[in-house]
Structure formats: C-alpha cells, structure tokens
C-alpha cells in the first residue's frame, strides 16, 4: 500500500486541481509517479480560490465527472454490465424513496459502478457518483445488507458531506481527492499489486482528512435507514450488515476492512441504529428479508469471477461443489445459484460442457420461479459467452449467430445480452447491415456505454463505412474524457468521403460541441497554472 507521495506526484496533484495547497501525500518510489502518471491527468476542473468556503454544485459535478473519467480510462471501474445494471435498478428505489421523503431531487444526479474488488468496501465521490466493490456483494448473505450501505452512501450524498469537508478544510480535501487518483495510477501500474486495482476507498482511508466526521456519518445512518424502509427493504439490515463489519474488524487486527478504515464504526453508531430501528415509526416494521434471485445469481457469479487464476479458480470450484452438499442450502435458489457460479468457473477453466450442465441445472432448479423470467436473461448471456468461447468451426459459429438473433429478440432491455449479441454476431460473421443497425440501436439505448461504441466501430468497419467507424470511435474517446482523441477521430469521419449530408451535419456539430469543452478545458488550465 502506498503511504506517501513523492514530491513529483505532489506537483502533479497541485497540476491537477487549481488553488490546492501542495501537501505532503502519500508515495511509492520516487519513479512510481513518472511511470504511471497518465495523459491527460491535468484535465481535473478548477475549484476556485482557496477561500472558497464550500464546493459549488457545478464545481462539484465536474470534479466528479472528471474523477470517473479518469478512473474508468485506467479500467479501475469494472465493466460488468449485468452486475452494475442490477446495483443501478436497486438504486433507483432507494433514490425514489429519498426524493419521496424530500432528501434529494429529480435534477440531483447519481451514478452507480462497480469496482472490481475482494474488499468489502463503498464510498461516494464528488458529483452524486457512488462506487460498490465486488467485495462488498460477495461478502454479503442478504441483498438488503448491500443495499444498507449504498443507501449510507446515498446519505452521504444527499447531506452534501463532501462539499462541507471542504467549507470545513478548504481547497486541501481537493489535494486529497486528486492524491487518490494519483495513487490509484501507481498502484495500476506496480506488479506488487495483487488484483492490479487500487481501492480508491482504501487510498483515501491513509488521510483522516478524507474520512467523514461521526456527526456526518450519523447523520447518512439516520437519512440511509429511513431510505431503505421507504424503498421497501429490510432496515434492520443496516444494523446486522455493520455488526458483521465490526467483527471483521477485530479478526482483522490493524488491517481492519476497507469500509471501517473510511466510515468509523462505533458501538455507539450501531446502538443508535437499534434505537431507531425500535422506536422510530415504519423503521422496525418487517420486510420480505428474501434476496431476489438475480442478486444470488450475480454474486455467485462475482464469487467465480473474482480471482480467474489457476489456483484462484480450483479454490473456488471446491468452495462451490462443498456449498452444494450443505444441508443447510437447501433452497431451490440457492442451489441454482451454486450451479450458476460453477457454470462461470467452468467456463474461465473452459470445461464447455461442464459450463453448459451446470447452466442447464441451474435453469431446472428455478422452473416456475415467480422470478424466472428475470434470470433467463442471465442464462441467455452465459450461454452466449460459452458459445463465443468455444466456436471454432464455421457450423459452431452459425450456432452462435442463430442463437445470438434469438437472444436479442427474448432481451432487448439486457445490456449484457445485447452487447454479447454483437460481439457474437461479429465474431461469427453476421449479416454486416444487421449487426450494425443492432449496434446502432444499442448505442442509443446506452449512450454512456464505451463498449457499445467501440462494437458499433467495429460492425461499421466491417460494413465498409470508414466515417460511421471513426464517428463511433470519437463518442468512445469522448466518454473517457479523451476530447483531443475524439476531435481527431470526427475530423478523420469528416475526411473518409463515404458520408451522406445528414451524417456530416452531425459530425460537424459533434466537433464543434467537443472543441468547445476541449477549449474550455485549455482556459481552466492556463488560469490553473496562472494560480500555481
């Protein structure tokens, strides 16, 4: 773990964010910075003065949205659709019920990622973006417990706690939150990292600056319970979901979970929480304590997913194999979601057929299930992952295709499905015009998805069509904060001479939008580097 900044990564810090004081941050070796330091990290916002007494909304917004970016351009944001839709459908509950008890509004923005992760571990960040390790899911026995936290999370937010840090310590929380950036490219980059993917929770758990203060996290207690009784889960999941944390932590000795080292847990705290779980009206009312069988599917999913080497792999065959002869799983769901999660380790191990029988197990076990339409989905995209993985000869891949058609047809809300559905029509050398009005289709349904575009860059290369390819390819680089990339890619579109009117009319306003932000980003940082 990285525990101080060397003084190249601090002049980078003070690079990134206008008006920050330069403090001593935390560091590997002195080349580590100069290594991994990526283009384009001098593109944060500037917040203004240091005697700005407290982040503006917009300010906020941006430094958030700029953060993300940057997370996701060094892939520490996991890109699983099926797992972040799922967290961003429950979320929408828990932010329907804080709009309905007046904690937030319509216009105030979220969003939902997963950080791939063996933590158990969640954290907000400026601009309402709220991060869920994988460790936090699989760690977890009910979906009620995940949901706790998120709506904590959620509390956080809506109480503004991180613009009040800096009312409170001004513009060094700014350093700070840039510093985890820094460090999560470091420890990106160091081949003594285990999984590759710094905890952005754990960086910022090294400066006490950065944690939330008790009245604040009492505070996101109070708003995150009344949350979760409003959205119809269990509250006294909060409770039960802290209790299990505090117990990690005394196993844990000084190396307590993620969530405890950013988020203090006191006995205290949870005595209040059962307080007001007893007297609180609507907060000790019972709720259906069952977890919907998508969210037992797709932590037995991350479970198998969690570490695909060799031996991370037998380990957790085994785990699973074990599972399956406990008396005490004898639920029809929780036995399809064991063969579910061998069906994926299988596939990682590539035992096609064994991936295959335990898929066709699991669907057996759920025959009937009030639930089972919402787990064909999940069964549609596993298989087609078995099918793209194991295609080898032109009848495999006419299988593939067949299958992918019929798939789009049964899921066209799926994400996960239909981007697996492209990529297997690609692969399988599906009708170009096909597969490129699929693509095009996705990409309108999921604009914010990198994924889809770079898939609708390839069906339209394989069309021919050099001016759509690079027109796609910019909206790719756009999402990832890359504008200069994204500019050269629309004026490449503009170039290829195999576009219609319409077509070039929208390229001309997509390059004149993009050099408008790219340009407004120039003047932030010369009057940054004017300020330093």
Known sequence: MIERMTKSGALVARRLLAGCLVLSLMAGPDHAFAQSRPRGVDHLPALGEASVDELSPAAEQRLGDQIFQELLRIGAVHDDPEATDFIARQSDRLLIASRRLGHSSEDRPFRFFLVRDVTINAFAMPGGYIGVHTGLITASDREAEVMSVVAHEIGHVTQRHIARMFSQQRQGSAVMVAAAVLAALAVRSSPDAAMGVLSLGQTVALREQ????????????????????????????????????????????????????????????????????????????????????????????????????????????????????????????????????????????REFSTALEHQRQAAQLIRGHRAESSAAALLDHLHLQILLASAENAEQKKELDRFAVQAVVRHRDSRAVIRSAILA??????????????????????????????????????????AAQHAALAERYALAGALAAAIEQLTLARSAGDADFVTLSRIDARLTSMRALLRREQIERQQSGGKN
């Open 210 to 349: 950065l944690a939330f203060s008790r009245d604040a996290e009492r505070e996101a207690d109070r708003v995150g319970l009344q949350i979760l009784a409003e959205s119809g889960f269990d509250p006294k999941a909060m409770s039960s979901m802290f209790e299990r944390l505090i117990q990690s932590g005394r196993l844990y000795d000084n190396n307590a979970p993620a969530y405890l080292r950013t988020h203090p847990l006191t006995t205290d705290r949870i005595a209040d929480i059962q307080s007001r779980l007893q007297n609180e009206p609507g907060l000790g009312l019972a709720a259906d304590p069952e977890n919907s069988l998508e969210f037992d599917w797709l932590r037995a999913k991350l479970t198998a997913l969690a570490d695909t080497r060799v031996d991370g792999l037998r380990v957790i065959r085994q785990r699973f194999l074990a599972q399956l002869k406990d008396p005490k799983i004898f639920t029809a769901q929780r036995q399809s979601a064991i063969h579910h999660g061998l069906a994926w380790t299988a596939l990682q191990q």
């Open 425 to 466: 029509r690609l692969s399988a050398d599906g009708a170009a015009d096909e597969v490129a009005a699929l693509a095009r289709a996705a990409a309108q349904q999921w604009p914010g998805d990198p994924q889809i575009w770079a898939l609708l860059a390839r069906a339209e290369s394989a069309r021919g069509r050099r």
